[in-house]
């Protein structure tokens, strides 16, 4: 799958792992709600999306890995990924693999969904 939506996730992931919250919220729309994969619960609003991983980064030290990209029949992009997750003396406190699923919108990320 090749699509600017792909563009869009890859540098998403790249801008995650780097910690990198400007071009992270870049991407986002406004209004985008975006799951509390963390805590539980969603968050709401581009502001609170940067305010929810900067409170995760401060405890834990997740890398999530890109493999695969598929477009589901709703139009929303289906990305598989490799998620390392290590507390904050290095320990590894997952490892596993996910679905995260997005619906754009006007070219940016207007809705994230986890599914395990």
């Known amino acids: ?3 600017p939506a792909k563009a869009v996730l890859t540098n998403l992931y790249a801008a995650f792992n780097e910690r ?4 992270l919220l870049a991407a986002l729309t406004p209004d985008v709600f975006w ?3 963390w805590e539980g619960g969603v ?5 609170m999306v ?21 477009t589901e029949a709703d139009g929303r992009i289906a990305v598989t990924v ?13 490892d596993h693999t996910v679905t995260h699923a997005y619906r754009f ?4 990320v207007a809705e994230m969904e986890i599914r395990e």
Do not use: C, L
């Open 35 to 37: 799951p509390n994969g």
């Open 43 to 47: 968050v709401h609003g581009r502001e």
């Open 50 to 70: 940067g305010v929810y991983w900067r409170r995760q980064w401060e405890q834990i030290e997740p890398i999530v890995t890109p493999t695969a990209f598929s």
């Open 1 to 3: 799958m090749d699509s």
């Open 20 to 23: 990198d919250i400007p071009t």
């Open 105 to 108: 919108d006007g070219g940016s």
């Open 82 to 94: 490799h998620q390392v997750v290590y507390d904050k003396t290095g320990a590894k406190i997952v």
